[in-house]
């Protein structure tokens, strides 16, 4: 980028006044985007005040609007729902109930507010925001301010954060909240399914979502259900029977248990609701299964928040503070909201109008409609369970004689089993022959491949590691042994999952082209580790769950110091050279400090962190903790920080040093893992056919450009398929790292939460965009 940064330290917040409230239901994550929001608002010298109770304290007024301090966050990063309180409010629906919170928000000079909720609760203070003059000059009349304070807070600002578990608003990709309600959908799940397979019984399980199908079709996704009733997209007539028979067909190729999922808002075509009992009796009655009902209910809203609902609602909040100190009075109010992997802010009404399209679509029985208006992130994800769940009759499938060989390189990583499963699937329904390889391109070499089908993958989604086996070993010593096996089964193209081995071995592949015109195929890395090290991709297959391992284990030991009073932890976290999971995990676990590779510390800021944390133990937090990335440097080991700190702290705090190890690798696959892995999965498979179409001449695959060999990865916004030479240029690779790291960006935002002075660049942020309507085609290319 050649524009000049923008640093924020010229936003100043003095004089300011933010109030901050969350309103409507409850969402996981409501209490980091408050931290946030406080924390920043103090850091730009703007006083923060609690409105407590949703609109309902606004109206009330008194003790329900407080000012806050620094202290008043700590501690609420971890725990679900919002400890500010929401509650449904009458009484601000009506022009009296606006007034009094005018007069009550004026009373403390409060022009900016800051809304956490879904889209009533936001379209309640657009229109609050409205009237605000008028409310003023009423209030004036009324002798109850004077005309100097209609004159002084003239005008309201107003910022939005979407809190919601159903991720039923438009124009954002994850609303707060939904993150964690998958983690606790999963979770229910995995349990039910062992209990399932020993019965073999079939279960209907009703999630959350009674105009959005968003919760359940993400779920019925990434945990490989057999059926999914969602209202944007009702069932053909007759569905009953299609049901019944993809149900038996599955019980005939000895599935041992059927799950179907329904969201609370199912629907027919022609708009009867479809409930998990009308389900169940149906099941019973026609096959006789042995079926069991379970509703999820609150379950759902409960429990922490997952990592990814965090840094997200931590990254909103510090947006949202830097655009009500940008706001003017002709900007209109907006929602600070997530784009890919970018924060973007969009006029509030635009995104309110268009959800509010959606149901009227659905009402009308306009259900394509509908589907394309939820955005392409929803489009995508309903087209690709559609073509993971329904295998057509092989008298359908169309016949291309390509083999397509799929492997695992380097260590495993939690997802990788979604992306085999995908691709097996996708390139089944597109035609080919699909091959596994056991054990990488070791067992590549002595001819550990076979033929793999549609069942055997069954069930694969929610397993962690890897079960075709993974290997580091890198392909340049067994080149000829692969040449041959490619010749031998007749391999037409590679698909190869991995990290930063996987990328390098399709670059020694590219460059043995000369030598072995076998590697003269369509080659596609999927990029999975924990690490996130991988060049030309913003994120990896399997750090959302590493992370998620690091965060919980983060939680667990701040509350064993909290017990025990002036204590710091030292935790040292995975990556290799990259700072991705330390940093990333600082922010989410609301760490003290995090030191990485890339961003080099010496003696003087180790001296600045402690004397930091001696100065925060005179407050009420008496505890500290720091993560330390495994590679950080060779000198300052996790021991010698740990005795530096140990002997600095002497009297005022003691130390605690952990090391996570191979715990981050392993587990069940995080929603956000499982469904990143079957979508990006699917979506290299048909670039593959595709790529096999145009390089098949005179009976045979021939493809030797640079653009055969790419990497499918994640840029800001879309997916991109980029060749691996043309990624060098981009690599460090003695320390295994991209040479340019998004993630280094939101490094400012972990130590501004944890008090530290900092300069942000905010050139990405501040523009307002509008609602994009995306053409149907759109969703077939760039979206995630």
């Given at each position: 980028m050649d524009h000049q940064p923008k640093f924020f330290e010229n936003l100043s917040g003095t004089g300011k006044a933010i109030g901050v409230l969350t309103s409507g239901g409850d969402a996981q994550?409501?209490?980091?985007?408050?931290?946030?929001?406080?924390?920043?608002?103090?850091?730009?010298?703007?006083?923060?005040?609690?409105?407590?109770?949703?609109?309902?304290?606004?109206?009330?007024?008194?003790?329900?609007i407080v000012e806050v301090s620094w202290e008043s966050v700590?501690?609420?990063?971890?725990?679900?729902?919002?400890?500010?309180?929401?509650?449904?409010?009458?009484?601000?629906?009506t022009r009296e109930g606006r007034l009094q919170a005018a007069y009550n928000l004026v009373q403390r000079g409060i022009t900016n507010l800051c809304v956490i909720g879904g889209d009533g609760s936001l379209t309640g203070a657009n229109l609050f925001r409205e009237e605000w003059s008028g409310l003023l000059e009423e209030l004036a009349q009324k002798g109850k301010i004077d005309e100097e304070a209609v004159k002084k807070y003239a005008y309201l600002n107003i910022v939005g954060m979407?809190?919601?578990?159903?991720?039923?608003?438009?124009?954002?990709?994850?609303?707060?909240?939904?993150?964690?309600?998958?983690?606790?959908?999963?979770?229910?799940?995995?349990?039910?399914?062992?209990?399932?397979?020993?019965?073999?019984?079939?279960?209907?399980?009703?999630?959350?979502?009674?105009?959005?199908?968003y919760l359940a079709l993400v779920s019925a996704l990434a945990c490989g259900a057999d059926w999914v009733f969602i209202p944007e997209y009702p069932p053909e007539e007759g569905w009953e029977d299609s049901m019944c028979v993809k149900l038996s067909e599955n019980r005939a190729r000895k599935k041992r248990l059927n799950i179907i999922i329904v969201a609370e808002g199912a629907i027919d075509c022609h708009n009867k609701p479809i409930t998990s009992e009308k389900v169940k009796d149906l099941v019973v009655q026609r096959l006789g299964f042995d079926t069991r009902v379970t509703i999820l209910g609150h379950v759902q809203r409960g429990g922490t928040p997952s990592a990814f609902d965090r840094?997200?609602?931590?990254?909103?909040?510090?947006?949202?503070?830097?655009?009500?100190?940008?706001?003017?009075?002709?900007?209109?109010?907006?929602?600070?909201?997530?784009?890919?992997?970018?924060?973007?802010?969009?006029?509030?009404?635009?995104?309110?109008?268009?959800?509010?399209?959606?149901?009227?679509?659905?009402?009308?029985?306009?259900?394509?409609?509908?589907?394309?208006?939820?955005?392409?992130?929803?489009?995508?994800?309903?087209?690709?369970?559609?073509?993971?769940?329904?295998?057509?009759?092989?008298?359908?499938?169309?016949?291309?004689?390509?083999?397509?060989?799929?492997?695992?390189?380097?260590a495993p990583a939690a997802g990788m089993n979604a992306a085999v499963r995908a691709a097996v699937r996708v390139g089944i329904t597109e035609g080919h022959k699909m091959f596994a390889v056991i054990d990488g391109f070791e067992g590549f070499a002595r001819g550990k491949i076979k033929e793999i089908s549609w069942g055997d993958v069954g069930g694969w989604t929610g397993q962690g590691g890897s079960i075709l086996g993974t290997k580091r070993t890198l392909p340049a010593k067994y080149l000829e042994k692969i040449a041959d096996q490619m010749r031998t089964n007749n391999i037409n193209a590679l698909m190869v999952i991995g990290g930063f081995e996987a990328y390098e071995s399709c670059l020694q592949l590219h460059e043995a082209r000369s030598r072995f015109e076998e590697f003269c195929v369509p080659i596609c890395v999927l990029p999975a580790t924990i690490s996130n090290n991988v060049p030309g991709t913003d994120f990896s297959i399997g750090a959302d769950t590493a992370l998620n391992a690091i965060v919980e284990t983060c939680d667990?030991?701040?509350?064993?110091?909290?017990?025990?009073?002036?204590?710091?932890?030292?935790?040292?976290?995975?990556?290799?050279?990259?700072?991705?999971?330390?940093?990333?995990g600082a922010l989410a676990a609301g760490a003290d400090a995090a030191y990485i590779f890339e961003e080099q510390f010496d003696i003087r800021e180790l001296q600045a962190n402690v004397e930091h944390l001696t100065e925060k133990m005179k407050t009420s937090i008496q505890r500290g903790l720091v993560l330390r990335n495994e590679n950080s440097n060779e000198n300052y080991t996790t021991d010698f920080i740990y005795q530096l700190y140990s002997e600095e702290g002497k009297g005022v705090f003691d130390?605690?040093?952990?090391?996570?190890?191979?715990?981050?690798?392993?587990?069940?696959?995080?929603?956000?893992?499982?469904?990143?892995?079957?979508?990006?999965?699917?979506?290299a498979m048909q670039w593959i056919s595709k790529k096999l179409k145009e390089t098949y001449r005179?009976?045979?695959?021939?493809?030797?450009?640079?653009?055969?060999?790419?990497?499918?990865?994640?840029?800001?916004?879309?997916?991109?398929?980029?060749?691996?030479?043309?990624?060098?240029?981009?690599?460090?690779?003695?320390?295994?790292?991209?040479?340019?790291?998004?993630?280094?960006?939101?490094r400012p935002l972990m130590k501004i939460l944890a008090k530290y002075k900092t300069s942000y660049d905010v050139s990405d942020s501040g523009q307002l965009e509008h609602v994009a309507r995306h053409s149907p085609k759109e969703a077939e290319t760039g979206a995630i």
């Open positions: 994550g409501m209490n980091a985007a408050v931290r946030a929001v406080v924390r920043m608002g103090i850091y730009v010298k703007a006083k923060v005040y609690f409105v407590y109770e949703g609109y309902q304290g606004m109206v009330d007024g008194g003790d329900n700590s501690s609420i990063l971890q725990v679900g729902g919002t400890v500010i309180g929401s509650a449904r409010c009458k009484a601000f629906r979407v809190g919601s578990i159903d991720n039923d608003f438009c124009g954002t990709d994850m609303t707060i909240g939904t993150d964690s309600a998958l983690h606790r959908i999963i979770e229910v799940v995995d349990a039910i399914m062992t209990t399932a397979q020993s019965h073999q019984r079939t279960f209907v399980l009703e999630v959350m979502g009674r105009h959005c199908g840094i997200l609602a931590s990254r909103m909040g510090v947006e949202a503070v830097l655009a009500l100190l940008e706001a003017t009075p002709d900007t209109p109010a907006c929602v600070v909201s997530l784009s890919g992997n970018q924060a973007v802010r969009l006029p509030l009404m635009e995104c309110v109008q268009m959800t509010q399209e959606v149901q009227k679509a659905m009402d009308e029985g306009r259900f394509v409609e509908a589907v394309r208006l939820r955005g392409r992130n929803f489009e995508n994800n309903l087209n690709t369970y559609k073509l993971l769940s329904h295998k057509k009759p092989d008298a359908e499938l169309p016949k291309t004689n390509f083999n397509v060989a799929v492997l695992n390189v380097g667990r030991i701040k509350q064993s110091a909290s017990g025990t009073k002036r204590r710091v932890f030292i935790i040292e976290t995975m990556g290799g050279y990259c700072g991705y999971l330390a940093n990333m130390c605690r040093k952990n090391v996570l190890g191979h715990m981050q690798q392993g587990g069940a696959p995080s929603p956000f893992d499982r469904n990143f892995g079957t979508k990006i999965s699917a979506k005179k009976g045979k695959v021939f493809a030797n450009t640079d653009d055969s060999v790419c990497l499918l990865g994640i840029r800001r916004r879309n997916l991109v398929f980029q060749p691996v030479a043309e990624l060098k240029n981009e690599t460090d690779f003695i320390h295994r790292i991209p040479k340019e790291q998004w993630w280094l960006k939101l």
